[in-house]
């Protein structure tokens, strides 16, 4: 029922030191909020509707950078909205996105590929999927919303129609991710508890 009444969810993960990830991570969700709040009051959110959020975000950062710092501040992006025809997922960087479907055979439907040098490492079979988890790079992000980039960071953007009521969307960063497993998030979110005890096990 929450799905229904909540159009659309946003997560942030900030970084360059913590005030700068917090400023980046907060303008970021504050600017397109706004921008998509509006829109999903009328209509389900479109692709164009989030790559005009995506922009006006981007701009915000410009805007209050300090070009001084040391730290640059910038942040990863996650984002779902639902509507009529299934779930709209984007992301940069690695914070990331599933669907999941208990019932299924293979529960996770879609999982978000982090942008990080470990998963492009991965992927080229240069580390093995063990090695990512204790890898020193594991935290240099290959993809951020940053201010002043020469190209901006692209998102991944998926159109998720296949959606079904008793399907979760758990949304995380990667600090979660160090701390659970997908086999560890599937005995939760398949186990026979309340949603609110899953959530406490989150």
Same mark, same amino acid.
């Given at each position: 029922?929450?799905?229904?009444?909540?159009?659309?969810?946003?997560?942030?993960?900030?970084?360059?030191?913590?005030?700068?990830?917090?400023?980046?991570?907060?303008?970021?969700?504050?600017?397109?909020?706004?921008?998509?709040?509006?829109?999903?009051?009328?209509?389900?959110?479109?692709?164009?509707?989030?790559?005009?959020?995506?922009?006006?975000?981007?701009?915000?950062?410009? @805007?209050?950078?300090?070009?001084?710092? =040391?730290? %640059?501040? $910038?942040?990863?992006?996650?984002?779902? +909205?639902? /509507?009529?025809?299934?779930?709209?997922?984007?992301?940069?960087?690695?914070?990331?996105?599933?669907?999941?479907?208990?019932?299924?055979?293979?529960?996770?439907?879609?999982?978000?590929?982090?942008?990080?040098?470990?998963?492009?490492?991965?992927?080229?079979?240069?580390?093995?999927?063990?090695?990512?988890?204790?890898?020193?790079?594991?935290?240099?992000?290959?993809?951020?919303?940053?201010?002043?980039?020469?190209?901006?960071?692209? @998102?991944?953007?998926?159109?998720?129609? =296949?959606? %079904?009521? $008793?399907?979760?969307?758990?949304?995380? +960063?990667? /600090?979660?991710?160090?701390?659970?497993?997908?086999?560890?998030?599937?005995?939760?979110?398949?186990?026979?508890?309340?949603?609110?005890?899953?959530?406490?096990?989150?």
């Amino acid at each position: 029922d929450g799905v229904t009444e909540q159009k659309f969810f946003i997560l942030a993960d900030g970084m360059g030191g913590h005030v700068n990830g917090q400023l980046a991570s907060s303008t970021v969700c504050r600017t397109m909020g706004n921008i998509l709040n509006e829109i999903a009051s009328q209509r389900d959110i479109q692709e164009d509707d989030f790559l005009i959020a995506l922009d006006a975000a981007y701009k915000a950062l410009d @805007a209050i950078d300090d070009e001084e710092s =040391d730290k %640059k501040m $910038g942040t990863t992006l996650t984002f779902v +909205s639902f /509507g009529k025809e299934g779930a709209l997922a984007a992301h940069i960087g690695d914070s990331r996105i599933y669907h999941i479907r208990p019932t299924a055979e293979s529960p996770i439907l879609y999982k978000s590929m982090d942008h990080s040098l470990v998963n492009d490492l991965f992927r080229i079979g240069e580390i093995t999927e063990e090695e990512m988890a204790t890898s020193k790079s594991r935290h240099i992000l290959t993809r951020a919303v940053q201010p002043h980039q020469e190209y901006r960071a692209e @998102a991944d953007i998926e159109h998720l129609t =296949d959606v %079904k009521p $008793g399907d979760y969307f758990y949304m995380c +960063s990667d /600090g979660m991710l160090e701390n659970i497993s997908d086999v560890e998030l599937l005995e939760i979110i398949c186990s026979n508890i309340s949603d609110d005890e899953k959530k406490g096990l989150l």
